[in-house]
């Protein structure tokens, strides 16, 4: 897996369960990546909520998420 970057704060993601929520949320084609922070700022909700969907997701059986 790459290296990736927030492109709001350029902070690095190397998270698979942050680049899959990205993906899952944003669209599995998405290009630019977002931190938890600045991805829970641009989708007005906490990032304890995103983690609470992350494993959400998990229990669904998305493979986005490890």
């Not at 290296?3 to 998405?30: D, Q, S």
């Amino acid at each position: 897996m790459a290296n990736k970057t927030c492109l709001v704060c350029g902070k690095a993601i190397n998270n698979k369960n942050e680049i899959g929520l990205n993906k899952k949320l944003l669209g599995r084609k998405v290009a630019c990546f977002h931190c938890y922070d600045c991805l829970a700022d641009s989708l007005e909700v906490t990032v304890e909520e995103l983690l609470a969907k992350i494993e959400e997701f998990k229990s669904q059986g998305c493979k986005l998420f490890n």
